[in-house]
Structure formats: C-alpha cells, structure tokens
C-alpha cells in the first residue's frame, strides 16, 4: 500500500485548504484512514480518521470545528477551514489494516502505512 498526500501549501490565516490522499496498492488491506500532523518540535498527533467499521470519524482534540475529514474509494480528504498559524505542520495520511479490536486512534504505532506528508504553512 502506498499513501501519496497532495494539497498543501501557504495559505493566510483565515483562509481554507483541502488536503488529498491517494492510497495505491493492495489497497484492500486497508482498513481506517486519516490524518496525522507534525509541527515544528512537536509529537505527530492525530487530526482525523475516518473510520470504516460503522461509517464513523474520529476527530483529535485540537481538530474539532474546523476540519473535515471525507473518503471516496481510494481517496481521502481533509477540509480545513478558517485557517490559523498553529495549524501550520506536515500533514500525513495514514491507514490501518483490519483488526479484530478497535484501535487506539491517537497512537502512532496503530497505523501500517504511512505517506511522506504534505507541508501547510499558515501565514499571520
């Protein structure tokens, strides 16, 4: 499985971004898909996963509001809007194989894939 993130950039606070992830591959060992970001000397944390298992989300504490997370098929997508210098990290996709438990979203460990990321800057 290969994650590919597109749609980042430098945006004025304020303003909006929808971020792509392309998922190619054995796509089917894939299971819950989301987004992960990393600032600047901070933990990657968890911005929102969408959840296969009862067409579910699962939003991170500092992303409630203003994101939205969707998923087409081998696609996923992340809405920002209103958007404000302390969002600004790499923003990364990452997915899940199937499981017999629930995973523990927040952590890192729980995911299989991974993509390379895709930089949002968020000018004041």
């Known amino acids: 499985v290969q994650l590919q993130a597109f749609g980042g950039g430098l945006v004025q606070a304020g303003g909006s971004l929808r971020l792509s992830c392309a998922a190619s591959?054995?796509?089917?060992?894939?299971?819950?898909i989301g987004w992960y970001r990393q600032a600047a000397d901070n933990q990657r944390e968890l911005v929102a996963m969408?959840?296969?298992?009862?067409?579910n989300v699962k939003y991170g504490d500092s992303a409630k509001g203003r994101f939205t997370i969707s998923r087409d098929q081998n696609m996923v997508f992340l809405q920002i809007s209103d958007l404000k210098p302390e969002d600004t990290a790499v923003y990364y996709c990452?997915?899940?194989?199937?499981?017999?438990?629930?995973?523990?979203?927040?952590?890192?460990?729980?995911?299989?894939?991974w993509g390379r990321g895709t930089q949002v800057t968020v000018s004041s």
């Open positions: 990452a997915a899940d194989r199937p499981r017999n438990r629930s995973p523990s979203w927040s952590r890192e460990s729980e995911y299989d894939y």
């Open positions: 591959g054995s796509t089917f060992h894939i299971n819950n």
């Open positions: 969408d959840i296969t298992t009862g067409n």
